[in-house]
C-alpha cells in the first residue's frame, strides 16, 4: 500500500519563500506528483519527479530523493493567488497496466499580506 | 488547449436513486482515471480504463459501475445512493498507461450531492 505524509496547513507571507514537504513509504514506485487545488475545484498539475534531484518551472520547484522517500515543493516570490491545497501524490504500479495516483491529504497554504 | 469536460457539473440525488457522470477525456488521451473526493478529503482512485478496457480498480463500491466507450469518453454509474456518496468526482485523462511522463489531468468534477 501506499502512506503519504505532508502537513496540514502553512502560513506564508507574499513574496517569501515557502517550502512544504511529503514523505511517502509505498509498495511500487513509479513517479511523484505535486498538484495545486483550489477549494472545489479541480487538482491541477505542478510538476513531476521520477528521479532524485530537482526540477525546477518557474516559481515552482520540486525535489525528489527516493532513497529517502522524501520530495518537496518550494514556491518562490509567493502571490496571494498562491493560496489553495497542495496535494503530493505518488503513482505506483499496479501491475495491472495502470499507474493509479495516491494523493496525500494535502497542504493548505494560506498567504498573507 | 483542450481539457477534460465532465457532465453534470453539479447534481442532487435522493437516497436509493441511480446517477451517471460523464467524462470526456483530452482529444488523444486513452486513458481515463475516476476519483472521489469527500469533503476535506484527498481524492481516491476509484477505477480506470485504458483503450476502452478496464486497466485498474480502486476503492469503487460494488454499486457503482464505469465503462469507456469507442470515442473514449467515460461513464460512471452509481445505483442506490447513499449519502456517503456525496463528493466530488473527478475524471482525469492520460495519454497512454501514464507510465513516464505521462501526466493525468484532471477535468473539473461533477458535485454530487445525496439528500
Known amino acids: 500500500g501506499q502512506n503519504i505524509d505532508q502537513p496540514t496547513e502553512m502560513t506564508a507571507t507574499e513574496g517569501a519563500i515557502v517550502q512544504i514537504n511529503c514523505t511517502y513509504q509505498?509498495?511500487?514506485?513509479?513517479?511523484l506528483f505535486w498538484y495545486q487545488q483550489h477549494a472545489g475545484e479541480a487538482p491541477t498539475f505542478l510538476s513531476y519527479n521520477v528521479l532524485d534531484g530537482l526540477e525546477e518551472k518557474g516559481r515552482f520547484s520540486s525535489f525528489l530523493s527516493r532513497s529517502k522517500g522524501y520530495s518537496y515543493l518550494l514556491l518562490k516570490e509567493l502571490q496571494m493567488k498562491d493560496s489553495a491545497s497542495y496535494l503530493c501524490a505518488v503513482r505506483g504500479d499496479s501491475g495491472a497496466g495502470s499507474y493509479q495516483l495516491t494523493f496525500g491529504k494535502g497542504t493548505k497554504l494560506s498567504v498573507i499580506p | 488547449a483542450a481539457g477534460v469536460i465532465q457532465s453534470p457539473r453539479h447534481l442532487i440525488k435522493e437516497k436509493r436513486e441511480t446517477a451517471t457522470l460523464k467524462c470526456y477525456p483530452i482529444?488523444?488521451?486513452?486513458?481515463v482515471y475516476w476519483y472521489q473526493q469527500g469533503p476535506g478529503q484527498d481524492p481516491q482512485f476509484l477505477i480506470s480504463?485504458?483503450?476502452?478496457?478496464?486497466?485498474d480498480k480502486g476503492s469503487i463500491p460494488d454499486r457503482f459501475s464505469a465503462q469507456q466507450f469507442s470515442d473514449y469518453h467515460s461513464e460512471l454509474n452509481m445505483s442506490s445512493l447513499e449519502l456517503g456518496d456525496s463528493a466530488l468526482y473527478f475524471c482525469?485523462?492520460?495519454?497512454?498507461?501514464?507510465?513516464?511522463?505521462?501526466?493525468?489531468?484532471f477535468g473539473p468534477g461533477t458535485r454530487l450531492t445525496v439528500l
Open positions: 480504463f485504458y483503450e476502452k478496457m478496464q486497466s
Open positions: 482525469a485523462s492520460s495519454l497512454g498507461l501514464g507510465g513516464g511522463t505521462d501526466t493525468q489531468y
Open positions: 482529444p488523444r488521451h486513452d486513458t
Open positions: 509505498t509498495s511500487g514506485f513509479n513517479g
